[in-house]
């Protein structure tokens, strides 16, 4: 597969007064540009088994960027798109498309989906994600895991706990991200129908003595309930080897970036 280089040319990447790139919310006309010009790329992220650092899968993530090449930071654009549910569904169908049709051969993929996308993707007879998540699994046989995205509102703990059944019945994988921080969708219910939880880079940065107790029966709690767990934020081999030391099963992070993989179509500034 031909892949892109999501790097921007440092002439035109947006910069502080302090020379650190910028994290500008995008003005509504520029989204719409981005929407309606699929101004959006791809980024897969290795999925490492930590016993023998084999690749098991990918992590797909949406990149966008202005018509002049300068990157728009995900949460800041589907923040900016939750103002519009409709163009939200319309970006969400068209990334997960992009991230479907050029994804590495592996055996798991993993793809992001907000509750309020899948909510607003709900049809007369079946829901748009599960229909195309379900298309390609049948044509590449590909094991997909549906990444459920941190919210924060109790509607959208609601949504997310219904997403979750919709496609633990459908025979999907689903995944918990950011087990143990604030805000998250983890409870006793949706952690019984996940078959993955990821742990925030968090536990890398504050071990303090609660925290790894706190660590260890998360760990724990997940083994007894056969949920795979991993751990993200890898970037240091003394990162990989606290992972190990834990008993994660697999880890994500910068560790392995000359892995990643990415897309981006060539006609889109």
């Not at 500008?24 to 897969?44: K, M, N, S, T, W």
């Not at 049809?123 to 379900?134: E, K, Q, S, T």
């Amino acid at each position: 597969m031909e892949t892109y280089q999501l790097e921007t040319p440092a002439h035109m990447r947006c910069r502080d007064q302090a020379g650190h790139a910028c994290r500008e919310a995008p003005h509504p006309h520029e989204i719409l540009d981005i929407a309606i010009a699929g101004r959006f790329g791809v980024e897969y992220q290795p999925l490492v088994d930590v016993r023998s650092e084999a690749i098991v899968g990918y992590e797909a993530l949406a990149r966008f960027h202005r018509a002049d090449g300068i990157p728009v930071p995900p949460d800041l654009m589907f923040k900016a798109l939750h103002e519009n549910p409709l163009l939200l569904l319309h970006v969400e169908l068209e990334t997960k498309r992009l991230q479907l049709a050029h994804a590495p051969k592996a055996q798991h993929l993993f793809v992001n989906l907000d509750p309020d996308s899948f909510h607003i993707g709900e049809g007369i007879h079946a829901n748009l994600f599960v229909d195309l998540f379900r298309h390609h699994r049948q044509q590449s046989g590909q094991h997909i895991t549906i990444e459920v995205t941190e919210n924060l509102s109790i509607q959208d703990l609601e949504r997310a706990r219904d997403m979750i059944s919709v496609f633990k019945g459908a025979e999907f994988g689903v995944a918990l991200d950011d087990m143990g921080v604030a805000g998250t969708v983890v409870s006793y219910d949706t952690l019984s129908e996940s078959s993955e939880v990821k742990f925030d880079r968090s536990w890398l940065s504050r071990r303090t003595p609660r925290r790894i107790d706190a660590l260890q029966w998360f760990l724990g709690l997940c083994r007894v309930m056969e949920v795979r767990t991993v751990l993200e934020g890898i970037e240091t081999q003394a990162d990989l080897e606290f992972a190990r030391a834990a008993g994660f099963d697999w880890v994500q992070g910068f560790l392995y970036r000359e892995h990643f993989v990415h897309w981006q179509p060539t006609n889109s500034y």
